[in-house]
C-alpha cells in the first residue's frame, strides 16, 4: 500500500501510538498494575499478535545465529529497559513530561549515525532536528507538571531512555538480518522482550503479580491494539526513513502524550511548555520536508 511507503505517514502514525502509550501506562498504575508488568503486557501483546499476522500472511518463523542475536540485543536496550524505565517514571515525571524525554532520541540517533557513516539528513533535516530538540529544551525546563516539580533522580532515569533508544535505533538498522520482513522482526524482537522482562518482574516485585490486570481488561486491550500498531509500523519506519527519521517519533509521542494527559488525565503544564510543543511540531514540519525532498 502507497501509504505504508510514505515515511511521513508512517511517522505520524507511529509516534501517535506512541504517545497513547504513555497516557495508558498512567491509568494502568492507578489500577494497580506495575510498571514492570505493565511493559511485559506492551511486549507479550505485541508480540503474539504481530508472530499471527505474520504466520497468516504465509510468512515462517525464522531462528538462526543472527536473527537470535539481532533479537536479544534489540529486546534489551530498545525495548525493555526503555520501557520499565518509561513506565517507571511517569509516577513521578506525568505522562506528558516523560514523552518529552523520547523527543532527545534524534539528537543522539543523529550522533550515532554520523559516528557509524550512516545516512545523514540534508541541510533542512538537520535544521529540523535541532529544531525540535529546541523545542524539548523548553519543555524540559518547564520542571514537569504545575504544582509537580521534577524530581532530580527520575529526570535522570528519563535522560537515560533517549540514550538506549537511540542506540537500538541505530544497531537495528546496522545489524538487519538479510531478505527479513518487519513484521518478522518486530513480532520476534517484542517475544524476546516478553522473555527478558519475566526475570525482571521477579527481582522488581518478588512475584509475577497478573491479577491487578483483571481491574482493567478494557484498558489491557486498548493498549495491545495500540503497541501492536505502533510495532508493526515502527519497523516498516524502520526500513523506509532510516534511523534518524525513525527516531523523530520521539516528537510526535510528546506532543500526543501532553495532548492526552491534559484532555483524559487532568494534567496541567505552563505556557512555556505548550510553547516548546509547537516548537517541536515545527521542528517535525521541517523533517517531513526534508524527507520528501529527498526523495524527489
Given at each position: 500500500?502507497?501509504?505504508?511507503?510514505?515515511?511521513?505517514?508512517?511517522?505520524?502514525?507511529?509516534?501517535?501510538?506512541?504517545?497513547?502509550?504513555?497516557?495508558?501506562?498512567?491509568?494502568?498504575?492507578?489500577?494497580?498494575?506495575?510498571?514492570?508488568?505493565?511493559?511485559?503486557?506492551?511486549?507479550?501483546?505485541?508480540?503474539?499478535?504481530?508472530?499471527?499476522?505474520?504466520?497468516?500472511?504465509g510468512?515462517?518463523?525464522?531462528?538462526?545465529?543472527?536473527?537470535?542475536?539481532?533479537?536479544?540485543?534489540?529486546?534489551?536496550?530498545?525495548?525493555?529497559?526503555p520501557?520499565?524505565?518509561?513506565?517507571?517514571?511517569?509516577?513521578?515525571?506525568?505522562?506528558?513530561?516523560?514523552?518529552?524525554?523520547?523527543?532527545l532520541?534524534?539528537?543522539?540517533?543523529?550522533?550515532?549515525?554520523?559516528?557509524?557513516?550512516?545516512?545523514?539528513?540534508?541541510?533542512?533535516?538537520?535544521?529540523?532536528?535541532?529544531?525540535?530538540?529546541?523545542?524539548?529544551?523548553?519543555?524540559?525546563?518547564?520542571?514537569?507538571?504545575?504544582?509537580?516539580?521534577?524530581?532530580?533522580?527520575?529526570?535522570?532515569?528519563?535522560?537515560?531512555?533517549?540514550?538506549?533508544?537511540?542506540?537500538?535505533?541505530?544497531?537495528?538498522?546496522?545489524?538487519?538480518?538479510?531478505?527479513?520482513?518487519?513484521?518478522?522482526?518486530?513480532?520476534?524482537?517484542?517475544?524476546?522482550?516478553?522473555?527478558?522482562?519475566?526475570?525482571?518482574?521477579?527481582?522488581?516485585?518478588?512475584?509475577?503479580?497478573?491479577?491487578?490486570?483483571?481491574?482493567?481488561?478494557?484498558?489491557?486491550?486498548?493498549?495491545?491494539?495500540?503497541?501492536?500498531?505502533?510495532f508493526?509500523?515502527?519497523?516498516?519506519?524502520?526500513?523506509?526513513?532510516?534511523?534518524?527519521?525513525?527516531?523523530?517519533?520521539?516528537?510526535?509521542?510528546?506532543?500526543?502524550?501532553?495532548?492526552?494527559?491534559?484532555?483524559f488525565?487532568?494534567?496541567?503544564?505552563?505556557?512555556?511548555t505548550?510553547?516548546?510543543?509547537?516548537?517541536?511540531?515545527?521542528?517535525?514540519?521541517?523533517?517531513?520536508?526534508?524527507?520528501?525532498?529527498?526523495?524527489?
Amino acid at each position: 500500500m502507497p501509504l505504508f511507503n510514505s515515511a511521513p505517514v508512517l511517522l505520524v502514525l507511529t509516534g501517535a501510538f506512541l504517545g497513547l502509550t504513555l497516557p495508558f501506562g498512567k491509568l494502568a498504575f492507578a489500577a494497580g498494575i506495575s510498571p514492570s508488568v505493565w511493559a511485559w503486557v506492551i511486549s507479550t501483546g505485541a508480540g503474539v499478535v504481530l508472530l499471527a499476522a505474520h504466520l497468516f500472511a504465509g510468512g515462517r518463523p525464522r531462528l538462526d545465529g543472527h536473527r537470535l542475536r539481532y533479537y536479544l540485543v534489540a529486546a534489551l536496550i530498545s525495548y525493555a529497559a526503555p520501557n520499565v524505565m518509561t513506565l517507571s517514571a511517569i509516577p513521578h515525571l506525568g505522562a506528558g513530561y516523560t514523552g518529552i524525554m523520547y523527543t532527545l532520541s534524534p539528537i543522539f540517533t543523529l550522533l550515532l549515525s554520523l559516528l557509524f557513516g550512516m545516512r545523514r539528513p540534508n541541510m533542512l533535516g538537520l535544521c529540523g532536528i535541532f529544531t525540535g530538540f529546541a523545542g524539548a529544551v523548553v519543555v524540559a525546563f518547564t520542571r514537569g507538571q504545575v504544582g509537580q516539580p521534577a524530581e532530580t533522580l527520575w529526570v535522570i532515569v528519563g535522560l537515560l531512555i533517549p540514550v538506549l533508544l537511540a542506540l537500538g535505533n541505530v544497531y537495528r538498522t546496522l545489524d538487519w538480518p538479510q531478505d527479513a520482513h518487519p513484521t518478522e522482526l518486530a513480532a520476534g524482537s517484542h517475544i524476546m522482550t516478553a522473555v527478558l522482562l519475566v526475570p525482571a518482574i521477579l527481582v522488581l516485585t518478588g512475584s509475577f503479580p497478573l491479577a491487578p490486570l483483571g481491574n482493567a481488561p478494557l484498558l489491557v486491550l486498548l493498549q495491545v491494539v495500540a503497541s501492536t500498531a505502533m510495532f508493526a509500523l515502527y519497523f516498516r519506519l524502520q526500513a523506509v526513513g532510516g534511523p534518524v527519521y525513525l527516531s523523530q517519533i520521539g516528537y510526535v509521542g510528546a506532543a500526543v502524550a501532553l495532548l492526552a494527559g491534559t484532555l483524559f488525565l487532568g494534567e496541567t503544564y505552563r505556557l512555556s511548555t505548550w510553547l516548546g510543543a509547537a516548537i517541536i511540531v515545527a521542528g517535525v514540519l521541517m523533517t517531513t520536508r526534508a524527507q520528501q525532498m529527498a526523495r524527489a
